[in-house]
C-alpha cells in the first residue's frame, strides 16, 4: 500500500479517495481494540527509527499521514499490522514474507487454541474454528 501511495504528498489524498469509493484500509481497526492496539505504539516507534536509520524516512513519513487522515475521517486507530508493514520492509524483508512472517509467530497461539478446542469442545475464538486435518502424526527430526 505505502509502495502504490508512493509519496507523502499523495498520502491523504490516496485515503480520502480510498474511503469515498467505500475501501477497507489495510492495517487499520480491530475487532476488539477501539483504542490504539497496544502493539502499534511499540511498532510506529520501531517504524520511525528504522526507517530514518536505512534511508527510507518517506515510508514512516506517509504512513503518520494515512494514520493523521484515517483518525480526522473515519476515527479509526491502526491496528497491529500498519507499523509492522514499514518496520519489516525497513530491515530488508520481502513485502510478500510480510503474512507468513507475522503467520509464523503466532503458530503457538493458534496451536495451543486447537489442542484446547480439541479437548474442551469449547470454542477459544468462534470465527477461527479449526477445520484442518486431525491426528496427524509427524517425525522428530532426528528419526527422520
Ligand atoms: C478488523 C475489522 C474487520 C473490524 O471491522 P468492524 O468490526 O466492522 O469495525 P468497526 O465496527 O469498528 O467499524 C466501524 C466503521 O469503520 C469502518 N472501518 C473499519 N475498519 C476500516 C478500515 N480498515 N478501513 C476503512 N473503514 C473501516 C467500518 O466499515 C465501519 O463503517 P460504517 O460505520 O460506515 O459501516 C476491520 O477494521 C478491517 O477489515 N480492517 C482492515 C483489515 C485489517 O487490517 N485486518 C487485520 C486486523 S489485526
Redesign the pocket.
Known amino acids: 500500500m505505502l509502495l502504490e501511495v508512493g509519496s507523502p504528498a499523495k498520502a491523504k489524498a490516496w485515503v480520502k479517495d480510498?474511503?469515498e469509493k467505500k475501501?477497507?484500509?489495510?492495517?487499520?481497526?480491530?475487532?476488539m481494540y477501539?483504542t490504539e492496539?497496544p502493539r502499534a505504539t511499540h511498532l510506529r516507534r520501531m517504524s520511525e527509527s528504522l526507517c530514518t536509520k536505512v534511508g527510507r524516512p518517506e515510508l514512516y513519513e506517509m504512513s503518520r499521514l494515512i494514520e493523521e487522515a484515517?483518525w480526522e475521517l473515519?476515527a479509526?486507530k491502526p491496528?497491529?499490522?500498519?507499523y509492522s508493514a514499514s518496520t519489516y520492509y525497513a530491515i530488508g524483508i520481502d513485502p510478500e514474507l510480510f503474512t507468513p512472517i507475522f503467520a509464523l509467530s503466532r503458530l503457538s497461539g493458534w496451536t495451543a487454541h486447537v489442542l484446547e478446542q480439541l479437548a474442551n469442545h469449547r470454542l477459544i475464538r468462534p470465527v477461527g474454528e479449526y477445520v484442518g486435518p486431525q491426528e496427524a502424526h509427524w517425525t522428530p527430526m532426528g528419526e527422520r
Request: hydrophobic share 45%.
Open positions: 480510498a474511503l475501501k477497507k484500509i489495510m492495517g487499520f481497526g480491530h475487532r477501539k492496539d484515517m473515519k479509526i491496528n497491529v499490522d500498519f
